[in-house]
T-cell receptor, first 114, second 111 residues
Framework: NAGVTQTPKFRVLKTGQSMTLLCAQD?????MYWYRQDPGMGLRLIHY???????AKGEVPDGYNVSRLKKQNFLLGLESAAPSQTSVYFC?????????????FGAGTRLSVL | GENVEQHPSTLSVQEGDSAVIKCTYS??????FPWYKQELGKRPQLIID?????GEKKDQRIAVTLNKTAKHFSLHITETQPEDSAVYFC??????????FGKGNQVVVIP
């Protein structure tokens, strides 16, 4: 039982390049989330999903797209990377029920955009 | 949406002393308040949580208190140890099981 797995762990991009970050969970959780973490800013929600085939915008969605084609996977895409997107990205998942809304985090992806 | 404020931003304590971190939230509908610990270069990990129908919860050296009327909740760490040094994040739920996080507190335990 791996929990929440993120790939890749590190990536360096040039401005304008695109990439996809993959998040996979093996806990059969309904809800999945993408956050970015910047120094002094805490965790800010980019996009989230309440189930397979659904996505919704979070607090800072601009410049990102997401897809949830399979329940266990949540993909975060950057179509044209900008230096402002240099950050650490965390994926999380949650059972989604009111009684069990604990979020479990992946190990993070450190992204640098030059 | 929800707004969570965390104070102080940095807290230094002598080993063995207690540490207290306070958070305030804005959405009176919030009903779940977790605390996460993040060590340098690691993922945030849940250490304790509390629901709105409970005023206090303890787990060994860690406790959380909730004051719904004042909309604030606090993390208490007793008998601090060097391994308690980390960044601690509070959070509160809002619409559709989302969490709003505070900006984090750096706790430094001085041996």
């Amino acid at each position: 039982n791996a929990g929440v797995t993120q790939t890749p762990k590190f990536r360096v991009l040039k401005t304008g390049q695109s990439m996809t970050l993959l998040c996979a969970q093996d806990m059969n959780h309904e809800y999945m989330y993408w956050y970015r973490q910047d120094p002094g800013m805490g965790l800010r929600l980019i996009h989230y999903s309440v189930g397979e085939g659904t996505t919704a915008k979070g607090e800072v969605p601009d410049g990102y797209n997401v897809s949830r084609l399979k329940k266990q996977n949540f993909l975060l895409g950057l179509e044209s990377a900008a230096p402002s997107q240099t950050s650490v990205y965390f994926c999380a998942s949650s059972p989604g029920t009111a009684a069990k809304n604990i979020q479990y985090f992946g190990a993070g992806t450190r992204l640098s955009v030059l | 949406g929800e707004n969570v404020e965390q104070h102080p931003s940095t807290l230094s304590v002598q080993e063995g002393d207690s540490a207290v971190i306070k958070c305030t939230y804005s959405d009176s509908a919030s009903n779940y308040f977790p605390w996460y610990k993040q060590e340098l270069g690691k993922r945030p990990q849940l250490i304790i949580d509390i629901r709105s129908n409970v005023g206090e919860k303890k787990d060994q050296r860690i406790a959380v208190t909730l004051n719904k009327t004042a909309k604030h909740f606090s993390l208490h760490i007793t008998e601090t140890q060097p391994e308690d040094s980390a960044v601690y994040f509070c959070a509160a739920t809002y619409g559709n099981n989302r969490l709003a996080f505070g900006k984090g507190n750096q706790v430094v335990v001085i041996p």
